[in-house]
């Protein structure tokens, strides 16, 4: 089973930062982070909506100019939110990278931004729309489709189906043995998130999931023997 680091393990190191990937990807099999337009255009490396949470400062990232971004202190490193092309340098070709799309209109610049790296890149996203975005510019990118606890299962791994997803990316309590068994048959693959115990990943591995996304290395057993010399 795949350890997919959340945010860059953000349980463990602060969250969505080019030092949280640096850390991370000695001991994940992927890294997956989250991905929106800042208000110069370009693409930037931030889960919320607005700066708040992770920063020393206030406002939507849309708002936001790459030079406002640069300017604030995410989570005490002294840095600020990292570009989409400063995180991805630091991922070796080894490890896989998620980029989540939190918002419309940023599949074609995402594979853009991951075209310069030599990283193996899925593109994940919530909306239908934007997932055949995706497909549309890079069909030979691999995609995923994610949902929440609020959507049925069986109607998530449909539209997963008809967007020709190689990953669902379906929330842990929603994974059952049916649901992981009719998305190996449609040939995709079952990535869980979040998985935040060891138990809940051996529970997830006994149903046949393929991978957990988590904000600790901690949760995967095998997790200790990952670490890449």
């Known amino acids: 089973m795949r350890l997919i680091a959340d945010r860059g393990f953000g349980g463990t190191y602060p969250e969505n930062t080019v030092r949280a990937v ?26 919320d909506e607005t700066v708040d949470r992770v920063t020393d400062g206030t406002g939507r990232v849309s708002e936001l100019t790459l030079a ?62 934007e997932l055949a975005a995706a497909r549309a510019a890079a069909p030979e990118t691999p995609r995923a489709f994610a949902f929440g606890e609020n959507r049925a299962p069986l109607d998530a791994l449909s539209t997963a189906r008809g967007l020709d997803a190689a990953f669902l990316l379906a929330p842990a309590p929603a994974c059952t043995e049916r649901l992981v068994n009719e998305a190996h048959r449609a040939g995709m693959s079952v990535n869980a998130c979040p998985v935040e115990s060891r138990e809940e990943a051996e529970r997830l591995r006994s149903l046949g999931v393929d991978g957990v996304v988590a904000d600790r290395r901690e949760v995967l057993p095998s997790a200790s023997n990952r670490e890449r010399g």
């Open 22 to 47: 640096e850390e991370s990807v000695a001991f994940a099999d992927a890294v997956a982070v989250d991905v929106r337009r800042c208000g110069s255009g370009e693409l930037v490396v931030c889960r």
């Open 68 to 129: 406002d971004l640069s300017m604030l202190d995410v989570l005490g490193t002294g840095k600020g939110v990292p570009r989409i092309e400063a995180v991805l340098e630091v991922v070796p070709r080894t490890v896989g990278v998620v980029l989540r799309l939190r918002e419309t209109d940023l599949a074609a610049d995402a594979v853009g931004a991951a075209g310069g790296f030599p990283v193996q890149v899925v593109l994940a996203s919530e909306v239908p729309g």
